[in-house]
C-alpha cells in the first residue's frame, strides 16, 4: 500500500517528522518498506521566466533561450516548442540532480552554452508522459524551488501489509491507526451529496441471483458528465501512488479506492442494456473480453455483473470493454459492492488476473462501509465533471450482516503479554481503535468488532490488539521456562532411518519432491481412469495448476527428478525417496496416508575409470537392493512373482514382492512408453515398497548366525524344465526341504538355446549341506541330496541332465 503524508494529514493531525511517522507505523505492524521524499533534494528546480526564445544558430530543432531565475540571467538551450517568451517554467539548475540519477551540468550544444535545463513533468516525474515543458501558472514568484510553489513536497511510504490487514489498504485505514495510537480522531471527509437528478429507482434496477456471492450491491446515477483531464492534485496523489491518470470520471474511482480501501466500478450507463444489472454466476465457457482486451474463458463459478443481455463486468476484478467509461460518456452509473472473497480470490487466481480492486476483494472489504465510498465518488465526479446525481441511492442488501461481538478478559490479556494494564486502559486501547466496548462484569469486556476488521475473530485476537496499540517496546523481556526432555526414537522411526542408510550406503541418494503432482501425472505412469491411484485427491487452492493433486505413487516425482537431471547431462542416477503417498479411502472424508520407500535407477552400474568394467545397469541390482532392505528388516518367506503387474512395468521384466499372500511392493524396468511420455531414452528401474507392510511382515529381531566350525559339503544339480517355471520355485521347492543340514541354495547358471528345445530351459543350482556339530559323511549327503531331487522330480516334473 502506498500514501503520502499528506493525505494521511488530511484525516489525522499528525505534526512527527516522516522518520518518525515510519517507526510508528513498522511498530503498529504496518511495515514501512520503502520512504521516499518527492521534490526532496530538488531545490535547485527553480521557477524561472523565458525572457527571449531564439533559433539556435546551428540546429533547425532547437531554440537558444535567455531564462531569468530572479537572481541572474542565463543561457538555456531547449528542444521543446510548447513555449513562448514570457512565460514561467521550470529550470533545472547547475548542480541540480533529477530522478533517474541525471545531474545537471554546464554544457556546450552544438557550440552554444547551456546552463540548465528547462523540465517537463514526465523528467521531474510528477507525470508517466508530458508533451513538452511546464508551463506554470503567471503568480509563481521567480526563484522559488518548484516543488514549493506547487505544493507537492511530500513524503511516500510503501507498507508492506500482511493478508490480514485488509483494513489498511487504504489512507483512511491506516489513518484510523496513527489515529489510535496517538489519541486523536480521525477526520473523514464531509459527504454532501447533491441530489438533483430524477429519481434512481425510475432510472435503474439491480437484481442480485447469486446473494452468496455478492451480499450487499449499491448503485448512483450521474448524468451530464463531461470527461475531461483530471486536475493537477487528483493526478498528483494517483502518480504518487503508482496509478496512470485517465479522465476524471474513472481517476475518482481509482482516488476512493486509495481513500476508503473500497472498491469501485463506473459504467458507461447508454451501453448497460434494458438499464438493470443483474449480479449472477457466468455461463459454462461463456467468453468475456475484459477492460485489457483479453477474451476470458469464464466457468460457473465466476461471478459476473450482466445488463438486460449480457456480461459487462467479471465482477470484483475487472470491468467489460463493451460498457467502459470512454470518449463521449455522459451517463455514469457506479458500482460499490461486496464480493465473497473466496470467490474472487478464485476467479482471480485461475484467470491470472491481479488487480487493485482484486487484491481488495480477496482480502475482504467493508461491507458497511459501501455507500460511505459511493457517496464520496459520486460527490467528486459530479463536482469534477459538472454531472448532476440522481435522487437515492439502489441498495440490494437481503441478509445484512451483523458486526461480531468478542468476549475478552482483562486476566487473560495481561497473562499472554505479561504486561499489568487495568481495565480502563484496556477498554480506553480498544475505543480508541473505534470497537464498541461493554464490561458486563469487572475484568470481563464485550467488544463488538467493525465490520471493517475482517480480521479480528477471537480473544487472542483481541489480546494482539491491545499489545499492539499499548507498544511492544512495552511488553517485558524475559526467557520462557520449559522443561527439556528428549525421547528415544520409535522403533519405526529407527528402522525407518536404517533402511535410508541401507539405501545411501549403495550409492543411492535422497530426493524430496512434492506431495502433489500434475493430473495428468497418472496418465503419463499409463493407470488406467479405473484404478484407485487415479483418483487422488484434489486441492482446493493449489500452487499451481501442475501441483493440483495428492500424488497416490511416488513414480511421477521421482521421474520429474530424473527429467531435469538428465537434462543436466546427469546420466546416472540412483535416487530414492522415502515418504507418504495419499490413498483415497472408501466412504472416508480423508486419505489413508502410507510410508513408501521408492527408488529409480538408470545409467551405468559403475563410475567411469580406467579399471572399471562399463555395464548398465539392470533388473537384478534394483533386485538386489530390494533384498538387502528385506534382509535388513528379517523378513522370512519372500517370494517373487510375475503376476498382476502394475502397467507402469515392462512385462516380462518385473515382478511383485510378496511375504506369503501379503504383497509388500514391487519392482522392475519401466515400461517404454512410459519413458517415451517423459521423454527419457534410457531404461529406468523402479522399486517400490510399502515400509508399513515390511514391518508387519517382521520376524524377530534377524539376529546373526554362529558360523559353523564344521566344513561345508556343494552338490550341483542340473535339470531341464518348461521355460515359462520361474526359477524361484526351483529354489522354493529345494529349501522346502524340511533338513536341518540343508544350509542353502543358489542358481549358478541358466542356459537356453543350442541343444535345448525351444520350450525348455536348463538351470544349474549349487546346495550347501552342513552340520554345527560335525562333519557330514559322503553318504549321509547323499541322501540328503535324494530327497532334494525326489523333491524336485514330484512337484516340479523337472528332468536332470
Known amino acids: 500500500m502506498i500514501v503520502t503524508y499528506n493525505w494521511l494529514k488530511e484525516f489525522v493531525d499528525c505534526d512527527l517528522p516522516a522518520a518518525e511517522l515510519s517507526h510508528l507505523l513498522t511498530m503498529l505492524g504496518l511495515e514501512v518498506e520503502r520512504m521516499e521524499e518527492l521534490g526532496g533534494g530538488m531545490d535547485d528546480v527553480v521557477v524561472a521566466q523565458v525572457l527571449e526564445k531564439n533559433q539556435h544558430p546551428n540546429a533547425d530543432k532547437l531554440s537558444l533561450c535567455k531564462v531569468d531565475n530572479g537572481k541572474e540571467i542565463l543561457n538555456v538551450v531547449c528542444g521543446a516548442q510548447n513555449f513562448k517568451a514570457g512565460d514561467k517554467v521550470a529550470l533545472a539548475q547547475i548542480g541540480a540532480t533529477l530522478p533517474g540519477d541525471f545531474k545537471i551540468k554546464r554544457s556546450k550544444i552544438r557550440g552554444e552554452e547551456s546552463c540548465g535545463m528547462l523540465c517537463s513533468e514526465k523528467e521531474l516525474a510528477l507525470s508517466l508522459e508530458s508533451a513538452g515543458i511546464m508551463i506554470l501558472p503567471e503568480a509563481f514568484k521567480l526563484g522559488t524551488p518548484l516543488f514549493d510553489a506547487l505544493g507537492t513536497k511530500d513524503t511516500v511510504f510503501e507498507i508492506g501489509l500482511t493478508p490480514n490487514r485488509a483494513d489498511c489498504l487504504s489512507v483512511v485505514g491506516i489513518a484510523r491507526e496513527i489515529a489510535a495510537k496517538l489519541g486523536k480522531k480521525v477526520h473523514y471527509p464531509g459527504l454532501e ?238 475505543e480508541r481503535l473505534e470497537f464498541e466496548v461493554k464490561q458486563p462484569e469487572p475484568g470481563v469486556f464485550q467488544v463488538r468488532v467493525p465490520l471493517f476488521r475482517v480480521d479480528l475473530e477471537r480473544e487472542i485476537d483481541l489480546v494482539e490488539e ?35 542408510d541401507l539405501l545411501v550406503s549403495q550409492g543411492l541418494s535422497e530426493v524430496i519432491n512434492y506431495s502433489f503432482v500434475a493430473p495428468a501425472s497418472c496418465e503419463k505412469i499409463l493407470l488406467s481412469a479405473d484404478d484407485v491411484r487415479s483418483n487422488g485427491m484434489v486441492l482446493l487452492n493449489p500452487i499451481s495448476d501442475e501441483l493440483s493433486v495428492m500424488r497416490t505413487t511416488m513414480l511421477p516425482g521421482l521421474l520429474d527428478t530424473a527429467v531435469k537431471n538428465i537434462s543436466f547431462r546427469t546420466l546416472n542416477l540412483r535416487i530414492f525417496e522415502m515418504r507418504r503417498i495419499y490413498l483415497p479411502a472408501p466412504g472416508k472424508e480423508l486419505p489413508e496416508e502410507p510410508l513408501y520407500v521408492s527408488a529409480l535407477l538408470t545409467g551405468s552400474r559403475d563410475l567411469e575409470g580406467w579399471n572399471q568394467q562399463k555395464g548398465e545397469i539392470d533388473f537384478f541390482d534394483v533386485k538386489g537392493i530390494a533384498e538387502n532392505i528385506l534382509g535388513e528388516l528379517s523378513i522370512p518367506n519372500v517370494s517373487f512373482s510375475a503376476e498382476s503387474l502394475d502397467p507402469y512395468y515392462h512385462p516380462g521384466k518385473a515382478c511383485r514382492i510378496l511375504c506369503g499372500n501379503k504383497v509388500l511392493g514391487s519392482l522392475g524396468e519401466l515400461h517404454p512408453t512410459v519413458q517415451e511420455n517423459y521423454g527419457i531414452g534410457t531404461p529406468l528401474y523402479y522399486l517400490e515398497l510399502n515400509f508399513e507392510a515390511l514391518l508387519a511382515s517382521r520376524k524377530g529381531k534377524g539376529a546373526a548366525q554362529v558360523p559353523s566350525r564344521f566344513p561345508s559339503t556343494f552338490r550341483d544339480i542340473a535339470m531341464l524344465l518348461p521355460k515359462e517355471l520361474p526359477v524361484a520355485d526351483v529354489l522354493y521347492c529345494v529349501k522346502g526341504v524340511k533338513a536341518p543340514e540343508l544350509e542353502g541354495v543358489e542358481v549358478f547358471d541358466v542356459y537356453t538355446g543350442g541343444n535345448i528345445s525351444a520350450a525348455e530351459k536348463s538351470v544349474a543350482i549349487r546346495v550347501r549341506y552342513g552340520s554345527k556339530e560335525r562333519t557330514l559323511t559322503d553318504d549321509e549327503v547323499t541322501r540328503l541330496h535324494q530327497r532334494v531331487t525326489d523333491a524336485l522330480t514330484k512337484k516340479l516334473n523337472v528332468s536332470f541332465r
Open 193 to 430: 451529496v447533491a441530489e438533483t437528478g430524477a429519481p434512481i429507482d425510475t432510472i435503474a434496477k439491480v437484481t442480485i441471483e447469486a446473494p452468496e456471492l455478492c451480499p450487499r450491491y449499491t448503485a448512483r446515477h450521474i448524468t451530464g458528465c463531461t470527461l475531461a483531464p483530471s486536475p493537477a492534485w487528483l493526478a498528483n496523489r494517483l502518480q504518487a501512488a503508482g496509478i496512470r491518470s485517465i479522465n476524471n470520471v474513472v481517476d475518482v474511482t481509482n482516488y476512493v479506492l486509495l481513500e476508503y480501501g473500497h472498491p469501485l466500478h463506473a459504467f458507461d450507463f447508454t451501453l448497460v442494456a434494458g438499464g438493470k444489472i443483474v449480479v449472477a454466476a457466468a455461463g459454462e465457457g461463456e467468453k468475456f473480453v475484459t477492460l485489457d482486451g483479453q477474451e476470458r474463458i469464464l466457468t460457473a463459478s465466476d461471478l459476473t455483473i450482466r445488463d438486460g443481455e449480457k456480461g459487462v463486468a467479471l465482477a470484483g476484478i475487472m470491468g467489460g470493454g463493451n460498457s467502459e467509461i470512454g470518449e463521449g460518456t455522459t451517463e455514469v452509473l457506479l458500482e460499490s459492492a461486496y464480493f465473497n472473497p473466496s470467490a474472487i480470490r478464485k476467479t482471480s487466481k485461475r484467470l491470472g488476473i491481479h488487480t487493485e480492486s482484486s487484491h481488495r476483494f480477496e482480502r475482504g472489504t467493508d461491507v458497511a462501509g459501501l455507500t460511505r465510498a459511493l457517496n464520496r465518488a459520486a460527490q467528486l465526479i459530479a463536482e469534477l465533471s459538472g454531472g448532476k446525481i440522481a435522487k437515492g441511492i439502489i441498495d440490494v442488501y437481503p441478509h445484512p450482516v451483523e458486526p461480531r461481538v468478542i468476549k475478552a478478559r482483562l486476566a487473560r490479556i495481561n497473562a499472554v503479554s505479561g504486561l499489568s494494564l487495568n481495565a480502563a486502559e484496556v477498554q480506553d486501547i480498544l
Open 466 to 500: 491491545v499489545v499492539r496499540l499499548n507498544g511492544f517496546e512495552k511488553v517485558p523481556a524475559t526467557l520462557p521456562q520449559a522443561s527439556v526432555f528428549s525421547d528415544l526414537p520409535s522403533d519405526f522411526q529407527r528402522l525407518a532411518a536404517r533402511v535410508k
